[in-house]
């Protein structure tokens, strides 16, 4: 996957909004941090993963795609290598996060098929 491609999923959520931080760029919902490009490679996106054991899933199942470094082993999200990264897996896993950390308003009035 493309970095647009990565913004386009991130953007299709109601009042997911691009910032930058730290020099790049950042998907929050309110003030709640969703995912951004890591500092340590360009081609590699920090996601939000709210679940501990789809944390763990995705790390034990496909190691090639997520992936973690010490830096962020205490925090709920995963790293993925974009390049290898599946469209339909990531959206999905960024509507977990989005559905964890949205205002309950926005989710209840959310509908995926639109």
Same mark, same amino acid.
């Given at each position: ?13 109601p ?5 930058? /931080?730290?020099?790049? =760029? ?6 709640r941090? #969703? @995912?951004?490009?890591?500092? !340590?490679?360009?081609? $590699?996106? /920090?996601?939000?993963? =709210? ?7 995705l #790390? @034990?199942?496909?190691?090639? !795609?997520?992936?973690? $470094? ?14 290898? @990264? ?29």
């Open positions: 996957m493309e970095f647009e491609e990565i913004r386009q999923i991130a953007l299709s959520f009042g997911v909004e691009e910032h930058v /931080v730290f020099g790049g =760029p950042t998907f929050k919902v309110g003030k941090f #969703l @995912a951004s490009i890591a500092k !340590i490679d360009p081609n $590699t996106l /920090v996601l939000k993963v =709210p679940d501990r054991l789809e944390r763990e899933y #790390l @034990a199942t496909f190691p090639d !795609i997520y992936y973690l $470094t010490d830096h962020y082993a205490n925090f709920e999200c995963v790293l993925v290598r974009m390049p290898q @990264a599946d469209p339909v897996e990531l959206r999905n896993l960024f509507e977990q996060a989005w559905r964890t950390y949205a205002p309950k308003r926005l989710v209840a009035g959310y509908r995926a098929d639109e």
